[in-house]
């Protein structure tokens, strides 16, 4: 049985009477109470051990705890303030100095105070975000004091001083209030719309690049700072000398400023002199009225040196600036933690001490790897084109060119099919060839305008279609031959050679270039000698639109297709792109050190890109490839050589030097390919998908760029 | 009815209602502590004295309880019943009490309950030898601590079964399993020391 009791006579056996109660209730009350009371005592002045412990624990517990968030939220408050730098990513080894406790931080996300310095080692990176403000990427070999960074009522007060290496900067717009500054020795860099300068007590060179925005870069001389006991000059004069004479310079997109140490130095001494030969009456303490004076004398010594140096004359960025601004492509930064680098109006700059001597280094690497990286031999042939200028095209299998008074056609395989005199008069200077329709139209600057098959023979030539010379050539649609001349204006011409009329006006201009026909608009985009762009429509035969875009003649070949085209100015070297149909302008943008240049633009329409490029005077050569849409900067190379012939193609740029070599780009993977093997400048460059065809005084090569022939 | 045959819930209740907001107790509330005193106080007195302490700290333990009762009055005035959960709590002090006890001296309470019993006069009726206090202590002594606490609370405390499963916090099968056996071992103890 369950829950039974078995031997219940034990039970009650056990179960004894209890005695009686030994204790009254008083007496035992007593004793409660003393407990109480003493109970009462201990709470008031005693705490057991175990509470004490568990409460020194908790306390333990909740201080550490509110510290480490009383950090978090320090930190995030300095971080979302901008009162900190967040460190987002680092690469090799980067040197920490705060709090005059140097170390090495190889670690991700941790927050920079101002008064700090970092350093980044050979090979080593740093990229630090000011929250939702900038982002900046510290390169190998640098080295930054960060200064300030933000104010009391938080306006932005960047303050970085840059004591070598490279700082690249990627800043958003600022507010009103608001200073970016970098300073380098002698320099002292803003975002713009700012100006403010620092003494310091170093020289360096520095230059500055930028590739979106406008960055202000002015000096900052050391001798105002250290010789103003010596000069008499007050803090105040110091001040006003500093404002009113040094030279700033604002460094708009894709240029650059480069300040070089010597020239700072020559700057100084021209400053101090004239300071010394100005009178006894600046040795005083001098107050504004003298300065006045001085500074007059002062902007003497400034223009002269301003004559001398390179610091306002703004450059456009080299290959080595362009690759490193690269690095602050949205990709490259993080977003992970809320920076968002993609608003408009961005900024970014690029500091570089030494910049020059980098820039050189590359270059000569250039060469160097040159050999490594060979084009692909296909064959090549012995050549003779006759004397003279030598303009080609690619059509279909065939190449076609003008050589001097000579037509060639020649096979890609590298059989001749037709050279051939064709020019009917001594100095007859030939036209580019085009080729519409398996017929080659040449024109020539006496007026002839030819047409001839495939195969070399001439279908029908006129003797009086008007004078094509420097970059014109005839041009053929659908219906006519157009050819845009020198002294009969705009002709046109059926395809069996007969002269069709057009409006007076259009015949009486003078042309210089080819002009560019739409397909499906049917206009024939023309540039004349007085600075105009007209676009004149072949099936209406009228002017559709016209605009003067320059006081100059226009002397490039009108580049593009029927979304976009580009003209671009010689003497300014500005370059306008426009829509063809209505002749609106799409961008617009200045490239003087490409001025003047003896190479036409490159257009293609593959990837809307825009080659230029120019022999400068040192013999060296620039070239910059613009994205045609938007005319921003995406590529510029620097080389050593002159270039003697450039095309751009299928995703591939090819240059021609004068040295012989060749070089081919492609511009997606930015691999370079060479071709080192040829002596003698080549005369002209074709690319196809596959080949490069390369012309020289006497052989002509085909190349393979995407492998063995 | 008179107020001494008040359950201990309705004493409690009444003591409750004599608290101050600064948690005193008005004049009065030793009258129904006096009645739990005649209720309790020699069983708790005898639970504590089985379980080896003296008498001073038994009635010690005892007037802690009491004292206890007094502080957390308004907690235990909720409980019902309140006879298991004052012998829980008396247990409880005990053991506390023997913590004290050998933080202080080196007393081995295990020594204790390993005292053979001593030799007793085989003579007589078996139940005779009950009467002897003494020797029912050193009986109940020789039982494991489990056996031990629920035979004695149902010898000394005067709970029933499930008063005592409440106070032990075990299951009423297992207080009977335990009293039985419990009972088992002391008979067979007495039978042995008769054979001696």
């Known amino acids: 049985m369950k829950n039974k009791i078995k031997n219940k006579a034990l039970l009650e056996a056990l179960e004894q009477k209890m005695s009686e109660e030994d204790i009254t209730f008083g007496e035992f009350w007593k004793g409660v109470e003393e407990k109480l009371q003493q109970n009462s005592l201990e709470k008031k002045t005693a705490i057991g051990w175990p509470f004490i412990m568990t409460a020194t624990a908790t306390a333990v517990v909740i201080i550490l705890a509110g510290v480490f968030f009383f950090q978090i939220l320090l930190q995030l408050n300095l971080l979302n303030s901008g009162r900190g730098l967040l460190i987002t990513q680092t690469k090799g080894s980067v040197e920490i100095v705060q709090n005059n406790k140097t170390r090495l931080l190889p670690l991700e996300y941790r927050v920079i105070h101002p008064d700090t310095s970092i350093k980044t080692g050979g090979g080593s990176e740093i990229e630090l975000q000011i929250i939702g403000r900038a982002f900046l990427k510290l390169l190998p070999g640098s080295s930054i004091t960060v200064e300030r960074l933000i104010t009391n009522n938080l306006r932005m007060d960047v303050n970085i001083e840059l004591k070598s290496g490279s700082i690249l900067v990627h800043a958003l717009p600022l507010r009103q209030g608001d200073r970016f500054i970098i300073t380098t020795p002698g320099t002292t860099t803003a975002i713009a719309g700012t100006s403010y300068l620092v003494g310091l007590n170093q020289f360096g060179d520095t230059r500055v690049a930028v590739s979106e925005g406008k960055v202000k870069t002015g000096l900052t001389l050391n001798w105002f700072g250290q010789d103003r006991e010596k000069m008499k000059l007050n803090p105040e004069a110091l001040f006003f000398l500093q404002e009113a004479i040094l030279p700033s310079v604002l460094v708009t997109e894709g240029r650059k400023s480069v300040i070089t140490h010597e020239s700072l130095l020559r700057l100084n001494s021209y400053l101090e002199m004239e300071i010394r030969n100005s009178g006894t009456e600046v040795k005083q303490p001098v107050g504004r009225k003298n300065l006045v004076e001085i500074k007059g004398s002062l902007l003497t010594a400034i223009k002269k040196w301003e004559s001398e140096s390179a610091f306002t004359k703004s450059q456009l960025n080299g290959l080595d600036e362009t690759k490193e601004l690269a690095t602050l492509s949205n990709k490259t930064i993080l977003s992970s933690i809320g920076f968002n680098p993609l608003l408009s109006g961005t900024v970014a700059a690029l500091l570089n001490q030494d910049g020059l001597q980098n820039k050189e280094m590359k270059t000569n690497k250039q060469d160097d790897d040159s050999k490594s990286r060979q084009l692909a031999l296909a064959w090549v042939k012995e050549f003779k084109p006759g004397v003279g200028s030598f303009k080609s095209i690619l059509a279909d299998d065939l190449i076609v060119a003008t050589a001097g008074d000579h037509l060639l056609v020649l096979k890609k395989d590298g059989i001749e099919v037709c050279n051939q005199k064709i020019a009917q008069n001594e100095n007859e200077v030939l036209t580019a060839p085009y080729v519409n329709n398996n017929v080659i139209y040449v024109g020539s600057d006496q007026g002839y305008l030819y047409a001839f098959s495939l195969n070399g023979n001439l279908l029908w030539k006129q003797s009086e279609a008007g004078q094509a010379k420097f970059n014109t050539c005839p041009v053929a649609e659908r219906d006519y031959v157009i050819l845009a001349s020198q002294d009969k204006g705009l002709q046109l011409f059926t395809h069996q050679g007969k002269p069709v009329g057009i409006r007076d006006s259009m015949s009486q201009k003078a042309f210089y270039i080819r002009p560019l026909i739409t397909q499906i608009t049917r206009n024939v985009i023309l540039g004349s000698e007085d600075g105009f762009l007209t676009a004149y429509n072949l099936e209406e035969k009228r002017i559709v639109w016209q605009r003067k875009v320059s006081e100059e003649r226009i002397l490039y070949p009108i580049v593009g297709n029927d979304s976009i085209a580009f003209i671009f100015l010689r003497n300014s070297g500005r370059i306008i792109a426009f829509r063809p149909a209505t002749g609106e302008t799409v961008w617009e943008h200045e490239f003087a050190a490409l001025s003047r240049t003896t190479f036409s633009p490159v257009f293609s329409g593959d990837n809307n890109r825009l080659l230029i490029a120019k022999v400068l005077e040192n013999k060296a050569s620039q070239a910059v490839l613009l994205d045609a849409l938007s005319g921003k900067s995406l590529e510029l190379w620097e080389f050593p050589n002159n270039i003697t012939c450039i095309d751009l193609a299928y995703s591939h740029a090819a240059f021609g030097f004068e040295n012989g070599k060749v070089l081919l780009v492609n511009l997606e993977t930015k691999k370079e390919q060479w071709f080192t093997d040829i002596n003698g400048p080549s005369k002209t460059i074709l690319l196809d998908q596959e080949y490069l065809y390369l012309f020289t005084d006497q052989k002509w090569f085909k190349l393979s760029y995407k492998g063995n022939p | ?196």
């Open chain 2, 1 to 196: 009815m008179p107020e001494s045959d008040l359950s201990d819930a309705e004493i409690l209740k009444r003591i409750a209602g004599l608290i101050n907001p600064d948690h005193s107790l008005q004049t009065g509330y030793e009258y129904y502590f006096e009645i739990l005193f005649h209720r309790y106080y020699k069983q708790g007195l005898a639970l504590a004295h089985y379980y080896g302490l003296s008498r001073e700290d038994a009635l010690d333990v005892v007037q802690e309880s009491f004292a206890k009762i007094y502080r957390k009055i308004n907690r235990i005035s909720r409980l019902d019943p309140f006879k298991p959960y004052y012998f829980k709590m008396l247990m409880n002090l005990v053991h506390d009490k023997y913590r004290e006890i050998n933080k202080h001296k080196t007393v081995d309470f295990d020594a204790v309950l390993e005292t053979p019993v001593e030799s007793i006069n085989n003579t007589g009726n078996i139940f005779e030898k009950l009467q002897n206090e003494d020797y029912i202590n050193r009986l109940i002594l020789r039982l494991t601590p489990k056996l031990r606490q629920v035979l004695l609370l149902k010898i000394k405390c005067n709970l029933e079964p499930p008063e005592i499963a409440e106070a032990a916090g075990i299951q009423i099968r297992q207080v009977y399993n335990r009293l039985n056996k419990a009972l088992d071992l002391i008979q067979k103890m007495m039978e042995n020391d008769v054979e001696k």
